[in-house]
């Protein structure tokens, strides 16, 4: 794999002739950058703009990699929606990438991916006989087995009980290392553990905000990983820390 690049989004998005937000926002090569805010202010426009898909807005700026070459084909997303097919098994559906792009799927390294994310038991199943939190991670495999430079992740965790978000926190941090990774999530516990670098979106721009000084993934137990949480969470409730 050709090394990743990092992607530069500048400039204003406006929905109805309302500003969304104004931002100028790099996302480092190599690295996990979350992106934290309150619900609306635009974060997931931002991965969608970021993907070339449509916003319902409209968008005045550039999009860049670091490289200079077109960001298609070189990402891989995993949406807040699982988006199983519900008339493929398990198994099927973490190929799909393989079969739409008219390649023969490596049937042993989905068994492997599902195996790492618990759901070898459940290749054979169609979605509908899965739980959420198993859905999701047939979804976080799917993306997982794309093996992609670039990785967008909306709120990849969020239907998991909190052992196996942990779990598979660890899992994504391990295959996703020295990728270029934006991690979307509401919970500041997340960007505290997993983060290389964490922006805060406003309508006026995309804060930076410091990081622990420790290699991610992070302990959850850490002094700084539990500083930075309350930090970033008194923040985001605009109260005092």
Not at 4 to 14: K, N, T
Not at 214 to 226: D, I, K, M, N
Request: aromatic share 4%.
């Amino acid at each position: 794999m050709t090394p990743p690049p990092a992607l530069r989004l500048a400039g204003q998005h406006r929905v109805d002739a309302r500003r969304l937000f104004d931002v100028d926002m790099t996302l480092a090569a190599g690295a996990w950058t979350c992106l934290l805010g309150p619900s609306g202010v635009g974060k997931s426009t931002v991965l969608r703009l970021l993907l070339g898909l449509e916003t319902g807005g409209a968008f005045d700026g550039t999009i860049t990699a670091s490289d200079g070459q077109p960001l298609a084909g070189r990402i891989s997303y995993m949406a807040q929606s699982d988006l199983l097919l519900p008339w493929l098994t398990v198994i099927d559906n973490i190929m799909i990438g393989d079969r739409l792009r008219g390649a023969t799927p490596d049937r042993d390294r989905a068994s492997a991916m599902l195996a790492r994310v618990g759901l070898q038991d459940h290749a054979h199943k169609k979605p509908a006989a899965l739980s959420g939190g198993m859905r999701q991670r047939a979804a976080l495999a799917r993306t997982l087995l794309e093996d992609r430079a670039v990785v967008f992740l909306d709120e990849p965790f969020s239907a998991l009980d909190a052992g196996t978000r942990a779990a598979m926190q660890e899992l994504a941090a391990e295959l996703l290392h020295g990728r270029t990774v934006l991690l979307v999530t509401h919970d500041p516990a997340e960007a505290a553990r997993l983060a290389d670098h964490i922006l805060i979106l406003s309508a006026t721009g995309a804060q930076s905000w410091p990081v622990p000084a420790l290699p991610a993934p992070r302990p959850v137990s850490a002094p700084e990983v539990w500083a930075c949480q309350s930090a970033l969470l008194s923040h985001l409730r605009g109260v005092p820390a």
